[in-house]
């Protein structure tokens, strides 16, 4: 049985900085990307951030770029969100996700079928 953890999220001031860890078991997710999420509250789910098993192609939604940096350790099955100055905006619940199969781009919520249970983040202005 797969499964995804995520763990670090919490409540942050604005400026600050959190790290995310998801880890899987029961796989391993060899050329598989894997991935961070986020929905808002009356918003829809949106790609945070998506990285492939090499490490080689990773993917930033525009409102991350230069703030966030996803990473993976291979070894401990376990991919990170690195989060940096952190906005009011960025206050959502975060995701962790494997995709459905070793696609060449997996940069939309579609591609993926593995999901951990969320972390709420939590940024005051």
């Known amino acids: 049985q797969v499964q995804l953890a995520e763990s670090g999220g919490g409540l942050v001031q604005a400026g600050g900085s959190l790290r995310l860890s998801c880890a899987a078991s029961?796989?391993?997710?060899?050329?598989?990307?894997m991935g961070w999420f986020r929905q808002a509250p009356g918003k829809e789910r949106e790609a945070v951030a998506t990285i492939h098993w090499s490490g080689g192609r990773t993917y930033y939604g525009d409102s991350v770029k230069g703030r966030f940096t996803i990473s993976r350790d291979n070894a401990k099955n376990t991919v990170y969100l690195q989060m940096n100055s952190l906005q009011a905006e960025d206050t959502a619940v975060y995701y962790c996700?494997?995709?459905?199969?070793?696609?060449?781009?997996?940069?939309?919520?579609?591609?993926?079928?593995?999901w951990g249970p969320g972390t709420q983040v939590t940024v005051s202005s």
């Open positions: 029961g796989r391993t997710f060899s050329n598989y990307f």
């Open positions: 996700a494997a995709a459905r199969a070793a696609y060449t781009y997996a940069y939309t919520h579609d591609k993926y079928g593995y």
